[in-house]
């Protein structure tokens, strides 16, 4: 393969990532906008930007152009995105290792992440005072703060001395929240996203995409609390583990939420309203997603690539 005919296949890779980024970006605003003001329950709003995460890692209107092209009339290209493409192929290889290096950095910093979270797990865990909470395994272990550790096979642990500060009834409080992190296999969902944020580092909404999710998992779990009449319960319980002598509640990424969480705890809850705003809100978003997909496929089925 020529130097020319390698150059016009990167330049058509480019310019369909460059679409598709184009109207995945444009779904994250509307996503942004709709969680911000539609006044849903929390969960729904985590689920919006899950499926805003998956939209941005995976470039499905650029996959279906083949498929869906025949059926698109008036497919036309994108100009400036086909330029871009251009020049990114002509400077493949220094772009190509800068995203690369970017890419091993990130990749280092999740491994040892996990890596440090096993290494905990096994050296401080006192398997003879397990016990089940609605079938998730509960163990007291040498951590900081409460916590659901493992991806597939997920256990909630407890700091030690959290039985003796805690009442019964905060204890069971902060057990729903983790337990509800646990069944919804929120570990997993976080590392598809992290290893998406791997590959997209340099794109910042795929970061605030990561803050979002990490808000709305923690509002949500917040809300089955609250569902099960135990809201004062957790409030209680936060305001111990806070001013607890031994460790915050919190690690770095979720105390910057506590003020949100407590205020959200406190203010009264949507109620029946709920049920509507979060049809309306999956509706909306639903809509926007798709348009985005076929705008994609529209831009993309030609094919395009701008020559100079």
């Known amino acids: 393969m020529g130097e020319g005919a390698m150059i016009e296949h990167i330049a058509r890779f480019v310019y369909y990532l460059g679409v598709h980024f184009l109207y995945a970006s444009l779904v994250w605003f509307v996503a942004l906008g709709l969680t911000t003001l539609v ?13 805003t995460s998956l939209n941005l890692v995976v470039p499905v209107g650029a996959l279906l152009d083949k498929a869906l092209a025949t059926h698109i009339s008036g497919a036309r290209p994108l100009t400036f995105v086909g330029a871009f493409g251009l020049t990114v192929a002509e400077n493949v290889a220094a772009i190509g290792a800068v995203w690369l290096f970017g890419v091993s950095l990130m990749l280092t910093r999740l491994g040892l992440r996990l890596r440090a979270e096993r290494r905990l797990l096994r050296r401080h865990s ?19 703060v409460p916590a659901v550790n493992g991806v597939l096979r997920s256990r909630i642990c407890l700091p030690e001395g959290i039985d003796q500060l805690l009442t019964e009834s905060e204890l069971n409080a902060v057990l729903l929240h983790e337990v509800t992190h646990a069944k919804r296999r929120d570990n997993l969902i976080r590392l598809v996203h992290e290893v998406g944020l791997c590959l997209l580092w340099f794109h910042p909404l795929m970061w605030i995409a990561g803050s979002r999710l990490t808000l709305y998992r923690e509002f949500s779990c917040d809300e089955r609390v609250i569902e099960r009449a135990q809201g004062p319960d957790l409030i209680s319980a936060l305001a111990k583990l806070t001013s607890w002598d031994t460790a915050p509640l919190l690690q770095a990424s979720a105390s910057s939420f506590m003020s949100r969480r407590l205020a959200r705890l406190h203010a009264p809850q949507p109620g029946g309203t709920a049920i509507v705003a979060n049809a309306l809100l999956a509706a909306l978003f639903s809509v926007t997603a798709a348009a985005g997909v076929y705008a994609t496929v529209t831009h993309t089925a030609c094919c395009f690539i701008l020559k100079k």
Do not use: C, H, M
Request: aromatic share 16%; glycine share 6%; charged share 20%.
């Open 126 to 144: 006192l398997d003879d005072r397990a016990f089940l909470a609605e079938g998730v395994p509960v163990e007291f272990a040498g951590n900081q």
């Open 39 to 51: 006044r849903a329950s929390a969960t729904a709003k985590y689920w919006i930007w899950v499926a």
